[in-house]
C-alpha cells in the first residue's frame, strides 16, 4: 500500500510559478513510477507529466512541454512538479500517482494509487 498527499497547489497569476509536491509513505517508493494528471471542470482527466523509478527518464504531456519539470527525491520519499509560465488554461485539480509499471504510464489506467488532489488556480 502506498499513500500519496499532494501540496502546493494555489492562486498564482498567468506568468507565475508553483511548485507541487506528492509525499509518499508505505512501500518503497523507488518501486514506483510516479505520474502527475490534472483535471479541469467539465474535462476528464488528462497526464501531465511522469518520472521512471530512478529518475533518469520522464516525459510531458504537449500542453506542459518545456514549461514543467517533473523530479523525484527516493530519499525523502517525494515527487515534485515545478511549474513555470503558468497559464489561465492550467487551472485544474492536480493529482500525483503512483505505478508499478514502467510502461503505457501515460494512460491514469496504469497507476495503483492516487492522491486527493491539490487545487492550482492560474489567473489572467
Known amino acids: 500500500q502506498v499513500q500519496l498527499v499532494e501540496s502546493g497547489g494555489g492562486l498564482v497569476q498567468a506568468g507565475g510559478s508553483l511548485r507541487l509536491s506528492c509525499a509518499a509513505s508505505?512501500?518503497?517508493?523507488?518501486?514506483?513510477?510516479m505520474g502527475w494528471f490534472r483535471q479541469a471542470p467539465g474535462k476528464e482527466r488528462e497526464f501531465v507529466a511522469v518520472i521512471i523509478r530512478g529518475g533518469s527518464v520522464t516525459a510531458y504531456g504537449d500542453s506542459v512541454k518545456g514549461r514543467f519539470t517533473i523530479s523525484r527525491d527516493n530519499a525523502k520519499k517525494t515527487a515534485y512538479l515545478q511549474m513555470n509560465v503558468l497559464k489561465p488554461e492550467d487551472t485544474a485539480v492536480y493529482y500525483c500517482?503512483?505505478?508499478?509499471?514502467?510502461?503505457?504510464?501515460?494512460?491514469?489506467?496504469?497507476?495503483?494509487?492516487w492522491g486527493q488532489g491539490t487545487q492550482v488556480t492560474v489567473s489572467s
Open positions: 508505505g512501500r518503497t517508493f523507488s518501486d514506483y513510477t
Open positions: 500517482a503512483a505505478s508499478s509499471r514502467t510502461y503505457n504510464v501515460r494512460n491514469l489506467g496504469s497507476y495503483d494509487y
